[in-house]
């Protein structure tokens, strides 16, 4: 079961990335911006310096990662030592889940964060987001 969803994490995270970073912004989670949406994870890679190749190495090499490690976990024999394995890299995958978020500079991510944790959602009057 963690198999298809582990390969394909990179690109759930990169759609919850967009659909959060638009509703923050108060566009259609619908209907990309043309050209105005370079936010997505490829974008920000090649900004911080890789080539279109490095960047599809990259992404390719961490979803093979995901599926083989996802794969490791579903032949353990033993169900205690499999529940162990999945829980430490669940929470490693998690940490460097969000150092990566954070190191690519999503600051929607941050403030959802404090509106969140802050109860800003409850606060704001209807109609206003900032």
Known sequence: ???PLL?????????????VR?????????VADRGADRR???????????SVRQAALLLYGVA????ILSLVSSVTQDSYAGFA?????GVLF????????QGLGYVEINMAGR????????RMPRGSWF
Request: with cysteine.
């Open 22 to 30: 638009r509703f923050l912004k108060r566009e259609s989670i619908f």
């Open 7 to 19: 390969a394909l994490a990179i690109p759930l995270l990169d759609v919850a990335l967009a659909v």
């Open 40 to 50: 997505h994870i490829h974008h920000l890679l090649l900004e911080k310096g890789l």
């Open 1 to 3: 079961m963690t198999a």
């Open 85 to 89: 394995f999945l829980i430490f890299w």
């Open 64 to 67: 093979l990662f995901l599926a």
């Open 94 to 101: 998690c940490a460097v889940t969000w150092m990566g978020v």
């Open 115 to 122: 509106l969140l944790i802050g109860g800003g959602f409850r």
